[in-house]
């Protein structure tokens, strides 16, 4: 089993920033395809970056592109997602997730995501 530890999340005011932390242990594939997911509440689950291992390559939704950075400290199976210029519709609990289809150029489904970790909750107040 996968076994994560997520940290990082938080309340923020409006434009503030975050660094979220995800640590993933035991992953069966080399490589995988790493991905943050959030669900704000009464909304579906959002893709909003995601790392494929193998090369690097990263995606990332338009409603983040500029604002989220998405990167991995390989040694340590450890993955981050830097969150800046924070608003309210950022308001979720951000999961951290692996697959092992391939990703790093396109939009991977919540569903697509075999192993979650627990969750960090993002708020963001005016």
């Known amino acids: 089993q996968v076994q994560f530890s997520e940290s990082g999340g938080g309340s923020v005011e409006t434009g503030g920033s975050l660094s979220l932390s995800c640590e993933a242990l035991?992953?069966?594939?080399?490589?995988?395809?790493m991905g943050w997911v959030r669900q704000a509440p009464g909304k579906e689950r959002e893709e909003v970056a995601n790392?494929?291992?193998?090369?690097?390559?990263?995606y990332y939704h338009d409603s983040v592109k500029g604002r989220f950075t998405i990167s991995r400290r390989a040694a340590k199976n450890t993955y981050y997602l830097q969150i800046n210029d924070l608003q309210a519709d950022d308001t979720a609990i951000y999961y951290c997730?692996?697959?092992?289809?391939?990703?790093?150029?396109?939009?991977?489904?919540?569903?697509?995501?075999?192993?979650w970790g627990q969750g960090t909750q993002v708020t963001v107040s005016s």
């Open positions: 997730a692996v697959t092992s289809s391939v990703c790093g150029s396109w939009y991977m489904p919540p569903e697509e995501y075999k192993y």
């Open positions: 035991g992953v069966p594939w080399t490589p995988y395809c």
């Open positions: 790392i494929w291992t193998g090369s690097g390559q990263t």
